[in-house]
């Protein structure tokens, strides 16, 4: 199950947005907010807003357990761009470009994965039950 949350026509460079997008995909929900809150750039208070939507999302409308949410994908789409004209020396005309983002989230729950190594055999499982024993 995911739940997602789109923020559209953000006045920031998706370029600029995507640097701050890399360092929270595929991480916890709880520490990519944590990230989010120390990152020194504009776009990452959007995406932190807009992660926290889809949280919200996954939490009541699915009913997922929030420390078990886990950022599946997160998307920074160039939106439409504004052009702007900057007057220049001798009636000449510069035109200036303001991009504009679009910022996707979409969270999903995991189960956390128990590695062959994690499972006890029983000759380990023996070995303790035996030392138990022993200091009782």
Known sequence: M????ITRYVRMS?????LVA????????LKALDILEFTNKKAAKVIK???NSAMHNATNNFKMNEDK???SEILINAGPVLKR??????GRADIQRKPTAHVTVVVSEVEKEISIEEIPNEKEVS???EKVELTK
């Open 69 to 71: 949410l886990v950022i």
């Open 127 to 129: 070995e303790k039950k």
């Open 14 to 18: 998706p370029r600029k947005a995507r």
């Open 22 to 29: 890399d360092l929270i995909r595929g991480k916890e929900v």
């Open 2 to 5: 995911e739940a997602r949350a």
């Open 49 to 51: 807003k807009t992660l």
């Open 85 to 90: 004209l900057m007057p220049r020396a001798m």
